[in-house]
């Protein structure tokens, strides 16, 4: 794609503490479903002709401090996705890349801070206009006693967490009780705020976008619920995104959203381009959103950074588009480069 051949320190998070490159190369050979994103993105690289450097982070930043020194990378792939296990603190790691002024894949920590909160998101998309669900937030410092103005059904489920983890089919309540009972166990379970929000029933729309200034915009994906009867909720819990068994039984899978006429498709790629502006979001994101029975579009959230294995929704929207794999982990590369380098 017209690159040099980089340095390139591929960071990722582990749960214990970082084991040595060559101990995580063999944790990729051992165990390559865990590592898939990680081991994808890596081989990609190699074969595009980078020197990959790997580099598991845990809970100390000494070790990202020393690579940096030692390496000294062209850029840092960024696939860090918490630090010593805590989500929040994922923008932390960026913003230090960003005081040693060293190049980094993806968001910068100000967009990864703000869609980390899916309820700031809404009220900015509100203010511009755009539809979002009704909700309300719940801190674990304040917890909500009453719920004033929720339309039920609802959706209810930690703040700030991604990969729909901490959402089940107990999510889905129907009244305030129930609501306020989920609102709990998340609060005491999870230890974090939490949103509920207007259950909207409708298509489960994903759409990858890549860019700085000039976006481009991939076909929108669906995860289709073909064994769901049709008065259940039909939602993505974290079972339904990564429990293959549990996806079987119940015929979930994702694939090329079928049946959308060009009026649909321009408006859902009107309302992607402004979400992923108005966050200020850089290299590339997917966009969640559900399509009503009246048509009307409806954001979910925004998902700076997202898993890009070869046979994650974003890759597979690339390939769609006519992109291979190598070349949507070289575009994401050249994105991250400094103009002109």
Not at 4 to 24: G, H, M, S, T
Not at 31 to 40: A, H, I, L, M, T
Not at 250 to 259: L, M, V, Y
Not at 311 to 322: E, N, S, T
């Amino acid at each position: 794609m017209g690159v040099r051949k980089l340095r390139i320190l591929l960071l990722f998070d582990v749960p214990w503490a970082p084991p040595e490159p060559e101990e995580l190369k063999r944790m990729f050979r051992e165990d390559p479903e865990e590592w898939r994103g990680e081991r994808d993105v890596r081989d990609a690289l190699e074969r595009l002709g980078h020197d990959v450097t790997l580099l598991g982070i845990h809970d100390s930043i000494s070790p990202l401090l020393t690579a940096i020194e030692n390496v000294k990378p062209d850029l840092v792939f960024n696939m860090c996705e918490s630090f010593a296990r805590d989500r929040d603190l994922e923008p932390n790691l960026i913003a230090l890349l960003e005081l040693l002024k060293v190049p980094f894949t993806g968001a910068r920590p100000g967009a990864l801070r703000l869609c980390k909160d899916k309820g700031l998101t809404k009220k900015i998309l509100g203010f511009h206009r755009m539809r979002v669900p009704r909700f309300e937030v719940s801190t674990t410092s304040k917890p909500h006693k009453a719920l004033r103005h929720l339309k039920y059904p609802c959706v209810v489920k930690p703040l700030g967490f991604e990969g729909s983890e901490g959402i089940a089919q107990t999510s889905f309540v129907e009244n305030r009780s129930d609501c306020l009972e989920r609102i709990d166990f998340i609060h005491k379970r999870f230890g974090v705020d939490a949103i509920a929000e207007e259950y909207i029933d409708g298509r489960e729309i994903y759409v990858g976008i890549l860019g700085r200034e000039r976006l481009t915009v991939l076909p929108p994906r669906e995860l289709f619920f073909r064994e769901i009867p049709d008065d259940k909720p039909r939602i993505a819990t974290f079972k339904a995104k990564w429990d293959e068994n549990y996806r079987k039984r119940w015929g979930i899978d994702s694939g090329r959203a079928k049946q959308m006429d060009q009026k649909l498709q321009r408006r859902i790629e009107e309302i992607c381009r402004k979400v992923y502006k108005l966050f200020q979001i850089d290299g590339y994101a997917r966009i969640d959103l559900r399509v009503a029975p009246d048509g009307d579009v409806v954001f979910i959230e925004a998902n700076p950074n997202p898993s890009i294995a070869k046979d994650d929704d974003f890759a597979l929207a690339a390939k769609q588009a006519g992109m291979t794999y190598d070349e949507l982990i070289g575009k994401i590369v050249t994105l991250a480069l400094p103009k002109g380098a």
